[in-house]
């Protein structure tokens, strides 16, 4: 896949700081997943850049500042399938191809956190004021999108938040120790949109062959604030109970929400091998501040770009009780075991869409549902011998689209509405496995993936087929090469039998284009250590 990824990292110490900076920049050609079986998708370039740094000054034994800092630019081609059908003439406009559109997509993140922290004998706390940015800017092509789509949209969508965060613990007294802390966070979002749209008549045909442009600018605040109280409480020697309570608060150019959270979780440690533990959380999570209301809705009425309705309710803060019970057990021949169980009931059950061809995920909810599922895994050691397995199952339920009910079609929302669906990111079942042996600088690998239960069709009642990818590689570390600390090759190659599966069909709840898992590919990788 012309894949080309350079990196470094530079780390160290001096005095009283410590710093560590690394970067990235990757080039390949299967930036996003390919939307046809073919080994190589058409127009799937992506160029990115990434940058972090860390720094921090300790002014004693007892206090330091520190500060993180990040920066990612990216840019993407949106790929193409060949041979779709010309769906609308445009004036002037002849003979196009399907695999020729050129629509692109760049997408930036930036973030700064500031962080002191101060130890006492009895009083630990850390204050960390925070800022990030991020924008995505989608450019389409603005002729053939209009045959292939009838639709032509330019957008700008940035996000800004600013907010400050507090921790503490206080250890009370022997068997109790209190922790506490506040957040409080404000993001303003902006959407600037540009859309080349046709016109139709009554019935939904093209009535012209001249496009028109619809502008639109809008824009949401969201301002989130919480506190937390909470007591790790030794019971008993190798018992523990965490139990606390926090409020959140959610306001919002589109919603106003708060609510009361109780937490417990009972950790007990049987003996030096075996640890058991249950909880029970409740929780309270606001969605990101993106809104589209019906005067942006209403200005598309009559064209090429009008949803079926113009419900636009918004989203609400979803609401949902949590349960975990598990256990953890390491035999003395090198075995370790882990089982976990969890239920999750909620309201106002958040989902991600992607309703068109840019990569931009629209925040929607369901009335209530619910996702509850099962994990176990196990590795066992033996000097250079790794081997590891792990088994997954998870099941979902969601009934009645109760926000942004515009992207969907009318028969799909009466379905739902009805019956409780599976939510399309789904895996039903899901197992990994794997060995590895190491020897003398050496270690060669092979593991195994399989899946199955992605959703599909309509009100995503259909399931994808199975898939099942082996990949295998090999490492060589070499020592003592002057004036090298060490230089590292390793060979992978994923997908070994080429396996062609399916992610996606393009059809299921907020899914547009049909995806494909990676076809067979090679990797070398050098690491050099000064």
Known sequence: YNTFNPSFQVGGTKGQWEYFVSGSFNRNNIGIENPTPAFRATHDVTEQGKAFGYASYHFDDTSRIS?????????????????????????????????????RQNEQNYYVVLSYQ?????????????????????TPD?????????????????????????????????????????????????????????????????????????????????AEAGAYLQDEWK???GVTLNYGV???RFESSFDHEGQASPRANLVWEVDPSTTVHFGYSRYFAPPTAQYIGQATLLKFAGTTNSPENFNATATKVERSNYFDIGLSHRFPQGLSITVDGFYKQAKNLGDLGQFGRAVILTPFS???????????????????????????????????????????????????????????????????????????????????LYGYGLRSGFANTEKQPSYHVINIGYEHVFRNIRPLKGLKLRVDVTNLFD???QIRNGSGLGVFMSQYGQRRAGFLTTVIQF
């Open 67 to 103: 500060l993180l800092t990040s920066i990612s630019n990216a840019n993407f081609e949106i790929p193409n399938a060949a041979g779709l059908p010309k769906l609308y003439d445009i004036h002037g406009v002849g003979d196009v191809q399907s695999q020729d559109v050129n629509d």
């Open 235 to 237: 019971l008993l020697k």
């Open 499 to 501: 396996e062609r599966y």
């Open 246 to 248: 926090r409020y959140d």
């Open 366 to 448: 369901y009335r209530t549902g619910k996702v509850y599922g099962a994990e176990f895994g196990g590795n066992y050691h033996y000097k250079g011998l790794t081997v590891f397995g792990n088994f997954s199952f998870v099941n979902t339920a969601a009934k009645d689209v109760n926000s942004a009910q515009y992207q969907f079609p009318a028969e799909e929302l009466e379905y739902i509405k009805n019956h409780a669906i599976k939510l399309d990111h789904e895996g039903e079942f899901t197992s990994s496995a794997g060995v590895s042996y190491g020897w003398a600088g050496n270690k060669a690998y092979v593991d195994f």
């Open 142 to 222: 603005p002729v053939r999108d209009m045959v292939f789509q009838g639709v032509a949209e330019k957008e700008n969508n940035t996000f800004t938040t600013g907010g400050l965060q507090f921790d503490a613990s206080y250890d009370a007294v022997k068997a109790h120790t209190i922790r506490f802390g506040v957040l409080g966070q404000y993001t303003s979002e902006t959407l600037w949109t540009r859309t080349d749209v046709l016109p139709v008549d009554e019935a939904g045909f093209q009535a012209s062959v001249h496009p028109m442009s619809i502008q639109d600018n809008s824009g949401n605040w969201a």
């Open 118 to 138: 101060k130890t006492g004998s009895k009083l630990n706390y850390q204050v960390s004021p925070y800022f990030r940015y991020g924008a995505i800017n989608y």
